[in-house]
């Protein structure tokens, strides 16, 4: 749960009222969904969160209209000026269709027009990581600054860029799919179907792979941490591997490290950012990765670009989508 | 000279005067200046050239102003709205100020203010690449769309970025170093000082150096191109060389346009680019390399930004730096 999940609303000034403008954000994630009421200046009023139990469109569309109501219930039903959707997938989001979605395995599903009927409002879709990295930009860790390149390391890895204040989308909507830059000829094979994609050797999914595959081929430390049960291997024990000097684990990790450094220095010596923001799972649980990435930035960055740019981690966390897709709901047009 | 060098003014139209803008531009690379009259249409009305026979910041800073003097000349001395310089070199644009031109040998020259004391306005710097991406973005092969990204491959390599309509200038204004990202580990030592660099493999010079290295260590067909005077290897051979399936040629290009090509295709996944518009000596002369980076797109890149990518060509060739700083210094702000 959040932490601020189910919070008690604030209550309204009336003197507020008539400029406060408040917005239902959703985020929409692979197993879970979460609401929000948030106001203007990124306050979370309420926070709801329920379980994906089944995952065609409209059966989601469904659980997203009732975790809304549960957030909007918790807000004491207040007016709502905007509604947007922060969502794990390719989007089209002038037309509100989610184009291609892995986690939930959906294709070209018009998600704007089903919570439509359910909400009975327009709904504005953006993708999970630039709400993540607008909510950081605008009330955590990119305050301040303009220029911005944010990287996840979950189970897949993605990256969001803001240059000059706005949010770069690219011409079809798609930038920043950092996790399918190819970082080796011939190499893994990724879940989207390619090979030597960065993702396939550093996002959490593979990253377990190659260490289940040392338990089952040499003698690693990892099979004892993992208790034999290999399903239970996770980064936490990569970096606990690391720490009892465990060869395997430095083998994984020395190049899946190595890969997403270089891959990081060469963004920022292209896009000479004030800011990386680093957050998911895979670097909060092994926080050796942050070192390396640190130290690869320092080795093989531009050197002006290196010597402006301030590494940090995300402040937000789980929230920075759902403040993130609020405050871009919400924008003037 | 240009095409257009030493053209003479089109007339000016009275009737169109009061709203005609003229900007003085300036192109200095590191053996020429060239100047024009530039209208707000993109029109050059006149254009000057000159060699820069020295190169302190004041020999230099006479020579911009005479070849400015003899562009307003050729254009009939209008009345000039706006003054810029484009260089090849990082800048404080801000301030005026050259920090790094590898070419002239300068270190934080106060350009704008030499420039100032001689032309008696004040004078706007851009980055030659920027200028030249926003030439082509305005009026040549970038026109109607609004996400570029723009690679030149010469003497060095380097990039410009158009996202949204805007150039990415980074918030230190040294974005686009794309000829410095890395591309290997302890690999070929670059003119930057660091070792594995892009250009390292791809620019002109290195190129040249690779193809010397084997005449002098292997028997190939280059030795018979250069006619035995490896001061004259150019990559004109190196196609040449390719075509007569010269394996030592075919050893450096192999590397070097993989090199290039995935490269590109990484950075097509992270921008989203809807055209990428390719120039520079090398890659004119050796087209072979503009062959395999539209492979290299296909097979590398993410699906969905490979298919919205347009692979061109620059079309104003040399003048696209002139139209674009003159666009840019005349830009309202």
Redesign the interface.
């Known amino acids: 749960m959040s932490r601020r999940a189910g919070a008690r609303p604030t209550p309204l000034d009336s003197r507020d009222r008539p400029t406060r403008v408040l917005t239902l954000a959703i985020d929409l994630g692979g197993t879970f969904a979460r609401a929000a009421v948030v106001d203007e200046k990124s306050a979370l009023i309420s926070v709801a969160k329920m379980v994906l139990l089944a995952r065609t469109p409209e059966q989601v569309a469904d659980v997203l209209a009732e975790v809304a109501a549960e957030a909007l219930r918790l807000a004491d039903n207040p007016k709502i000026d905007h509604y947007g959707v922060a969502v794990a997938a390719?989007l089209e989001s002038d037309q509100g269709i989610v184009?291609i979605a892995p986690n939930l395995g959906w294709k070209d599903i018009p998600l704007s027009a089903l919570l439509k009927k359910r909400l009975s409002a327009p709904v504005y879709l953006v993708n999970d990581l630039r709400a993540a990295a607008w909510g950081e930009y605008a009330a955590g860790a990119g305050a301040g600054?303009?220029?911005i390149f944010t990287v996840v390391v979950g189970s897949g890895v993605g990256?969001a860029?803001i240059?000059?204040g706005?949010l770069?989308?690219?011409?079809?909507?798609?930038?920043?799919?950092?996790g399918?830059?190819?970082v080796a000829?011939e190499g893994r094979l990724c879940g989207?179907g390619?090979r030597?994609c960065l993702e396939a050797y550093v996002g959490g999914h593979h990253l377990i792979a190659q260490m289940k595959e040392a338990v089952q081929s040499e003698p690693t430390a990892l099979a004892a941490l993992c208790g034999g049960d290999l399903d239970s291997l996770s980064p936490v024990m990569l970096e606990e591997a690391l720490r009892l000097n465990d060869p395997a684990a430095h083998a994984i990790f020395e190049r899946a490290s190595?890969l997403l450094a270089?891959s990081i220095?060469?963004?920022i010596?292209?896009?000479?950012?004030?800011r990386l923001i680093l957050g998911g799972g895979v670097l909060r649980h092994a926080p050796s990765f942050v070192r390396v990435i640190r130290e690869g930035i320092e080795r093989?960055a531009?050197a002006?670009?290196a010597?402006?740019?301030e590494v940090v981690t995300s402040s937000l966390g789980d929230d920075a989508g759902l403040i993130g897709v609020a405050l871009l709901a919400s924008r003037p047009t």
């Open positions: 390719q184009t600054v303009d220029d990256s860029i240059a000059g706005e770069l989308t690219g011409v079809t909507n798609v930038a920043g799919e950092f399918h830059i190819k000829t989207c390619m030597g190595s270089i220095a060469n963004q010596t292209v896009l000479n950012p004030a093989h531009g002006v670009a010597r402006a740019v």
